[in-house]
């Protein structure tokens, strides 16, 4: 039976495992240059600010559901995601929105040029953060981006306008202020923006990212979001900047708040980015490529994981694969990428994964070859003497590394996967 001593020693533990991953993340962060790409995305969350504004109330005033929902869109967002010290920018807000109605054909192109340019700069951000290294084809960012821009307006204004009428039924059922609903109403800020970042996380990296680590980063990012947005307001209330920047204070206030709900943002997806990192014991902050050893492996355990759902018949995707093996995202990503161009698997129109070669007919050293890994003695320059003698030497070379690799992958991945999956049973029992 445990003693308290046990269960004190195991809150230690986890203590200890909390601290070890800030210290982590806290590296991660720096390693990355988030203080200066949350500087960039600050200037340009300014200057794109009211062009995204004008698109997204646009699509709001397209729907008649949504007619009267404008204002209080905007009274909600100006007081529920900015301190009050910089509310004061709300009324210059509305009349530069004002005047995007009367743009020329030419002022519109700009304005959604200008609120592209932040979510290209925000895929950027993550997909670094993320360690990714292949973007997306250009076709896929303008519909992913397009997406965004549309329906993220619609969503805000639907949660809105579902609050107004819960709290309308509420009160027409005679409930005063003091009942549930009511008392719901300050959760709804922290409830969106947890809902937008677990999708920012999960959707922006061209990689799979499991909804777990997207949430956890989401969760810690709004709260983070919420304890600064408090702490800004004592600041400001404590501070004398009204007394240097006179009516100007309201500029310097409204970017240094940007900038912190950036780094807030960009905290939680360091969490989301690393967590996997974390769980496969990785703890370099540093973002080195894949060594072509580590390239092999994934791809080996890649094939191994497909191998065993072959059995049933059944595919994988991307994100239960980057479930199943002990490797990253953005590592798993990279991996099914290079099979994928190598022919050794298919995606289907659900974006399941499903092995395309028999692996008892490919060994190790056609993957190997596959990958783009080895030494190709035609590729030496016998018109040089010094080269010559290589092509003897890198042909002796791939010789003994082809008989090495004489496995075929489905031996190989059958045996060795069943016995890390044996193992791995064994340890839990």
Known sequence: MPTPGDFVEKALKSVQVVWDFSHFTVRRFFADSCPNWTGALSYTTLLSLVPLSAIGFAMLTAFPVFDDIRNTL????????LPGAVTAVEE?????LANTDKLTAIG???LGVTAVMLLSTIESTIGIIFRIHRQRPLVQRVLIFWALLTLGPLLIGASLSLSASLQSATQWLGADESAPLFGLSPFLPPLIMFG?????YTIAPNAPVLWRDAAVGAVIAAVLFEIL???FGLYVAGASVQTVYGALSAIPLFLLWIYLGWASILTGAEIAAGLPEWRAGRRNTEHVPLTPTRRMAISVAVLAAMQTRARTGEGATAEELADDLPATGSEVGDAVADLVHAHFIAEG???ALFLCRD???VTLYDLYRALGMGLSPEEVDTEDPRQVPLVTIFANGERAICETMADDLKSLAT????DDRGNEAGDAA
């Open 349 to 351: 129109s659900d974006q």
């Open 92 to 96: 210059n807000f509305s009349r530069f």
């Open 415 to 418: 045996t060795r996967w069943a």
């Open 229 to 231: 947005k408090w702490l």
């Open 196 to 200: 937008g970042l677990t999708l920012l």
């Open 74 to 81: 905007q009274r909600f967002i100006f007081s529920n995601f």
């Open 359 to 361: 692996l008892a007919e």
């Open 108 to 110: 519109i192109v700009f």
